[in-house]
């Protein structure tokens, strides 16, 4: 069983930047994507972004396009997000993925608890 823990989540404002972190342990595979979803306030939960394990193939959100860079350090099992120009609209909580890969919830395996991310003004 892989169990996945995210990290650096809190309050920000408006324009700040953030980096969240998720580290993997338990079982690995050969090979798998990564991925981080949101889930706002009075929403369903949504894609953000996800990386392959070569990390040579990347996917975003158009909401986030430009704003945030998923990326990954194999040695240490994690995946971070790096979070810029944040709004009001990126208020959610934040929840790291390990799978198949792709656009949906449905092809992921394992999931992290999430960690709340708040942006004022």
């Known amino acids: 069983q892989v169990q996945l823990v995210e990290s650096g989540g809190g309050l920000v404002q408006a324009g700040d930047s953030l980096t969240l972190s998720c580290t993997a342990s338990?079982?690995?595979?050969?090979?798998?994507?990564s991925a981080w979803f949101r889930q706002g306030p009075g929403k369903e939960r949504e894609f953000v972004a996800a990386?392959?394990?070569?990390?040579?193939?990347?996917a975003y959100a158009d909401s986030v396009k430009g704003r945030f860079t998923i990326s990954t350090d194999n040695t240490k099992n994690t995946v971070y997000l790096q979070m810029n120009s944040l709004t009001v609209e990126d208020t959610a909580v934040y929840y790291c993925?390990?799978?198949?890969?792709?656009?949906?919830?449905?092809?992921?395996?394992?999931w992290g608890q999430g960690t709340q991310v708040t942006v004022s003004s």
């Open positions: 338990g079982r690995t595979t050969s090979n798998y994507a």
């Open positions: 993925a390990r799978g198949r890969g792709g656009r949906t919830q449905t092809t992921y395996d394992y």
């Open positions: 990386i392959t394990l070569s990390r040579i193939t990347t």
